[in-house]
């Protein structure tokens, strides 16, 4: 007999029951060690699996078809392994059961809301394992790096580097023995003011941002960058949802979702194109289990079947967990081919648009919302005589999916009431992902399903604060009427050139302009493109500086001085002045709300992100026009001036106080269209028929294979926390290639052997990456699939998306050859 650690039972919210086919009790028990309780289900859990993973991956993996449903039990053991691992200790468990409560913290996983009123958080694996990365005990102190000189760590996985825990001490490279060293914070801001006034122009600074950053944090951040005097803001929207920024105002006035959570209790129809959720927004699954459940039709667009979109078992159902009984997800998947999307959609649109022919010839009911287009848009004629004009052969051939499919999909389309769309990096990282993210918009506007209930677009962002950030200026094309109010608020006159984004900064660095990189959280090195191009960059900086909690790539990959900047993570205690400090978080759906740290910092000697931040601004700036040090002594300040500086914030301190927070307004969900006609518009984009795909294609033939980047089941971006990808069937192991048999077969390759990947750009520079397993898999006609971040390698620094330029990481176009020396 066995219990359940006290976390799980309280996270699976089960009472005392018997798994029926283990024998293993589990009881909601309040006393037991976390360590006693949790090893032994891994135990028991390990006669029927493996044991490796506790400690290290396994030297040899192997590929094992996962045939169950997502989550269920599989989740509980994983959450299990986790703690463990990451040695979390037993007074941080309690970190757990504040979890997404009114007044716990926002959970660091990802930016999927929560519901408002609940009590109890949902069960997600993967944001267990995100808290439990940052809670772990491990300490990489400056014993470490005494011990380690940084080209020895550069030798280190990214999962070893993970490994070592969080940072205790500011560091600053010392070139003469190549190691880090410790140094005091006031040193440290010191060097990075003489860095930043030394240069002739403030353009030759270049300022990141990853999306876990606090509204409070970025904000300063902003306002301190603009004071100094660029726009330099490369953010990890850039290699992410930027299509989706940059495409949705053209059509619906704002760059955001027009759903809030309360929509999908209403939808009878979503259609979730290019996500895999039950990997990084698992609770998602919850929404959509309900869905299902109520009768709505559910609809997959991905290449991939993802198993989270076929089945799933709700960790927090006991009958379901019970009965090893699971709920169908998906009723229908359409298997595009990479970068297929917009021809598909483009087809559903035509179809539907003919079905609407049809309707009126025959006086029935209209298939298209003709009150909603006349009253509400603008530029449906010149839409519709595009899609009339379009080639049916075409559509079929660059989507990939077959006809029948199309029309079954277009009739799900055009008989669903309450649509709702949601997408992720499967549409976003193509080179024609702004006009994809166009075309899905003018689909929704034909049947009226923008700004309505249970219908609406549902971009599922990544990073848990990634879209605040944006909110908040982190933005490196701001609108001139932004930098008027931020200019005014604090009596200042702002750059108004556009700065850098995310590629253009890497090429700014490459050609010497910029020469100072500061990084306010991510992993710039590892999750940008074209891994030897972006090492040659960071390495000709003056200077790179990083706000971290772990140890990563970034800090290895320096410029000739270098800081790592250690900081609390989001649930750790942030006192100032002995109050403890919230920050706020804007989620995917535009809801604001408080997160309140409640752990230990891991370290004495950690600050909180909103004062390093004041501390580089105060070494650079001086504190004559901005008093940084005064906002840093209470958040309430930081959030006043978010008020003053920018539209929506009315009443910010008053309303973020109300549990759950508040709606930030969305004016496309209430029918406002912020657009030039003060219409919402339809846009007309031509299939491309000339991409680099296409020319590659024309000169390799069928050689030549188009690869997708995408996530492990056990990793965060470019964290590694574990080896397995369990839902696809992978254990121990990251460098796979999944392929379409038939492909292999007429390549003369097969599943198992060892292939070298070379990507195909017409710049004179040879792109590889070695050593992949061929993995036969489910997989459209002529694509592949890999981890990122072990392809960016292959990513070509000018393979970006149009009117985006974000990197095109699911399409590139590749050749596989048999690996060396095996
Ligand atoms: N646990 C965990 N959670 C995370 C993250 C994490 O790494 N781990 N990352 C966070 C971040 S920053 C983000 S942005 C999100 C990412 O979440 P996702 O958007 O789910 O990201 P990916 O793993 O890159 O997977 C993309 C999906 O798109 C599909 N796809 C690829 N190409 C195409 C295409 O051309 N068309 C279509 N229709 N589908 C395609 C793939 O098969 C895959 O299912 O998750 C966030 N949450
Ligand atoms: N080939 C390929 N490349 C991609 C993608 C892809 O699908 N394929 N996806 C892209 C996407 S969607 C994204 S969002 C980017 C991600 O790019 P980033 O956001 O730059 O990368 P992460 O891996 O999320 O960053 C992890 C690091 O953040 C730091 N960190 C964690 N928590 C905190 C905190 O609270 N504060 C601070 N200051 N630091 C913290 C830790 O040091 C950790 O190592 O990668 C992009 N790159
Ligand atoms: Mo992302």
Known sequence: MTTITQRASVLIQLPNCTHPRTGLVYTPASTVSPYASAFPIFEQYGQHGRKTILSKPAAKGHIAPYDHAAAGWGAVKQVAINLVREKVSGVNYKTLFKQNQPDGFDCPGCAWPDPVHRSTFGFCENGVKAVAAETTSKRAGPDLFARYKVAELMAQSDYELEQHGRLTDPLVYDSATDTYVPIAWSDAFALIGRHLRAQDDPDRAAFYTSGRTSNEAAFLYQLFVRMYGTNNFPDCSNMCHEPTSRGLPTTVGIGKGTVTLEDFEHADTLLIFGQNPATNHPRMLGELRACSKRGATIVSINPLRERGLERFTDPQAPLEMLTNGSTPISSMFVQPKLGGDFALIKGVAKRLLELDDEARAADAPRLVDIAFIESHTSGYDAFCADLRAESWQDILAESGVPREKLEHLARIYATGKRVIATWGMGLTQHKHAVATIQMLSNLMMMRGNIGRPGAGLCPVRGHSNVQGDRTVGIEEKPTQAFLDRLGKAFNFEPPRRHGYDAVETIKAMLDGHVRVFVGLGGNFAAAAPDTPRTYQALRSCALTVHVTTKLNRSHLVHGKDALILPTLGRTEIDLQQGVSQGVTVEDSMSMVHMSYGIVRPASPDLLSEVAIVAG??????????????????????????????????????????????????????????????????????????????????????????????????????????????????????????????????????????????????????????????LVAYDIPRGCLGAYYPETNPLVPLDSVANGAGTPTSKSIPVLLTLSTGQ
């Open 616 to 773: 580089m601004a105060k070494a650079t700036l001086g504190s004559a026009h901005v008093p940084w040090d005064w906002y840093v002594d209470d958040y309430a300040r930081i959030r006043d001036a978010i008020e003053l500086s920018i539209a929506g914030f009315d009443d910010y301190n008053a309303r973020v106080a109300a549990p759950g927070g508040f709606h930030l307004k969305v004016a496309s969900r209430e029918r406002e269209w912020i657009t030039a006609t003060g219409k919402a518009q339809f846009v007309v984009n031509a299939i491309d028929r000339d991409t680099p795909i296409h020319r590659a294609r024309a000169r390799y033939g069928d050689r030549l294979l188009v690869l997708m980047t995408m996530r492990s089941h056990d990793q965060y971006n470019t964290t590694i926390y574990g080896m397995d990808d369990r839902y696809r069937g992978v254990f121990g192991m990251r460098r796979v290639v999944f392929a379409n048999p038939l492909d292999l077969a007429m390549i003369g390759l097969a599943a198992g052997q060892w292939v070298d990947i070379t990507s195909v750009w017409d710049d004179g520079i040879e792109r590889r990456a070695d050593r992949f397993m």
